[in-house]
């Protein structure tokens, strides 16, 4: 069964730019027919989808934060990754990896990673 | 794009059915039967209960089902179980600009 595994920091400064890497296990990225994406969650509120790329490197970005998203994918690492420019104290929130199947659910999450925004 | 309507809170006793209500419009909800919904106990990642509207994932137990009549789904938990005590979140797909729509949240207590 595909695993996913977050990394990368739990603060941020304002301004800055976060960066965060999901690794894949259990399967390949580039053999499966799934997207692959990101999903946040702020402290005690609801979900929000980030992104989404597939493993050719096609991404579709949520319009509220396309303009400081960049996804990808390094098949060669078993890994994809996720770009947010300019954070605020908005973007403070539990970050998801997840595998998207074409069927518009979700069918696997990483454990998640808490990234704070604060100076 | 607004998120999907839920109630905050749905609540039955054990054994009782409880039924949570999930309110879009016909650009997402209504115009395509791409329904998911997940199961987050606190401090765990979301997992998937139901999606395309109705269909179970294996391992789900058949207490959970799922149904959509035009902009309003619903899942409905039977046989209500302690460990059903959780937030549920629905999501729909809603065109190729948002791929994934999601609702408020309902947290569902078990009395």
């Known amino acids: 069964q595909l695993q996913l595994q977050e990394s990368g920091p739990g603060l941020v400064k304002p301004s800055e730019t976060l960066s965060l890497t999901c690794t894949v296990s259990g399967g390949s990225i580039s053999g499966s027919s799934y997207y692959w994406g990101w999903v946040r969650q702020p402290p005690g509120k609801g979900l929000e989808w980030i992104g989404s790329?597939?493993?050719?490197?096609?991404?579709s970005y949520n319009v509220t934060l396309k303009s400081r998203v960049t996804m990808s994918v390094d098949t060669s690492k078993n890994q994809f990754s996720l770009e947010l420019r300019s954070m605020t104290a908005a973007d403070t929130a539990i970050y998801y990896c997840?595998?998207?199947?074409?069927?518009?659910?979700?069918?696997?999450w990483g454990q998640g990673i808490l990234v704070t925004v604060s100076s | 794009q607004s998120a999907l309507t839920q109630p905050p809170s749905a609540s039955g006793s054990p054994g009782q059915s409880v039924t949570i209500s999930c309110t879009g419009t016909?650009?997402?909800?209504?115009?395509?039967?791409?329904v998911s919904w997940y199961q987050q106990h606190p401090g765990k990642a979301p997992k998937l209960m139901i999606y395309e509207v109705s269909k179970r994932p294996s391992g789900v137990p058949d207490r959970f089902s799922g149904s959509k009549s035009g902009n309003t789904a619903s899942l409905t938990v039977s046989g209500l179980q302690a460990e059903d005590e959780a937030d549920y979140y629905c999501?729909?797909?809603?065109?190729?600009?948002?791929?994934?729509?999601f609702g408020t949240g309902t947290k569902v207590s078990v009395l």
């Open positions: 016909s650009s997402d909800v209504g115009g395509y039967n791409y």
């Open positions: 790329i597939y493993h050719s490197g096609f991404t």
């Open positions: 999501s729909s797909h809603a065109g190729s600009n948002l791929p994934y729509v």
């Open positions: 997840v595998i998207l199947p074409i069927d518009y659910s979700i069918i696997n």
